[in-house]
């Protein structure tokens, strides 16, 4: 079964909308990542929570704003959609640091192709 | 800030022949994590091997290895006995030891296998 899931899959929308894309991973992973890929391909972090924690927010604008009710939840609230916003959004999670070493294979959702028009 | 850079945007291999990726990183630490990642048309990103910049070793899985050269900062992806599924995005990404950290990733390279 699938180990992290995104939903929706696709998402099309009107600019100056509020959207969320939701993930979830069932690999009992402590830390969780989003991820744009612009049009070029280019993949770039976002944020990073461990335990429900923000420790990575990596100069997203203020309307992007992350939420994780559990460790093994993160989701992407995005307020006021911009056409610069349309991008694959892709959801990771590793386990974080296991005995003094931290283990971070990053395993990653399938992808939410946001397009904002 | 560490950089991840793949010379190569394109690469075509023969069916059964081996192609080797390209790879290089900068970084001031010792310590660290690089990784090769595929991402095929269907966009789901596959993990294809890990190197753990301590090991000396090359990782290798099956048909994939890595020529791993610290000191150059090399990180090199070798594909033996290429198969037309191995066509994809092929991203190079390098992650810090600091707590939580991201992975950055290469541009990318694109591979088409030839039939």
């Known amino acids: 079964d699938t180990a992290v899931s995104q939903t929706p899959k696709y998402l099309v929308t009107q600019m100056g909308n509020d959207k969320s894309i939701k993930c979830e991973q069932n690999?009992?992973?402590?830390?969780m990542y989003w991820y744009k890929q612009d049009s070029k391909k280019f993949l770039k972090i976002m944020f990073s929570?461990?335990?429900?924690?923000?420790?990575i927010n990596e100069t997203v604008p203020n309307r992007f704003s992350p939420k994780s009710p559990d460790k093994a939840h993160l989701n992407l609230h995005i307020n006021s959609l911009e056409l610069g916003d349309s991008a694959v959004y892709f959801c990771?999670?590793?386990?974080?640091?296991?005995?003094?070493?931290?283990?971070?294979?990053?395993?990653f959702g399938p992808g939410t192709r946001l397009l904002v028009l | 800030a560490q950089t991840v850079t793949q010379s190569q945007p394109e690469m075509s291999v023969q069916e059964a022949e081996t192609v080797t990726l390209s790879c290089t990183y900068d970084?001031?630490?010792?310590?660290?994590?690089l990784f090769w990642y595929k991402q095929p048309p269907s966009r789901q990103m596959i993990l294809v091997i890990r190197?753990?910049?301590?090991?000396?070793q090359n990782a290798t899985e099956n048909r994939f290895s890595v020529n791993f050269q610290k000191a150059a900062k090399s990180f090199s992806l070798k594909i033996s006995d290429s198969q037309l599924g191995d066509a994809a995005m092929y991203f190079c990404?390098?992650?810090?030891?600091?707590?939580?950290?991201?992975?950055?990733f290469g541009a990318g390279t694109i591979l088409r296998v030839k039939s």
């Open positions: 990771a999670s590793s386990q974080g640091a296991k005995a003094g070493r931290i283990q971070e294979t990053q395993y």
């Open positions: 690999l009992g992973h402590d830390t």
């Open positions: 929570y461990n335990n429900k924690e923000l420790i």
């Open positions: 970084t001031s630490e010792s310590d660290y994590y």
């Open positions: 190197q753990e910049a301590y090991k000396q």
């Open positions: 990404a390098y992650r810090s030891m600091e707590y939580g950290n991201k992975l950055v």
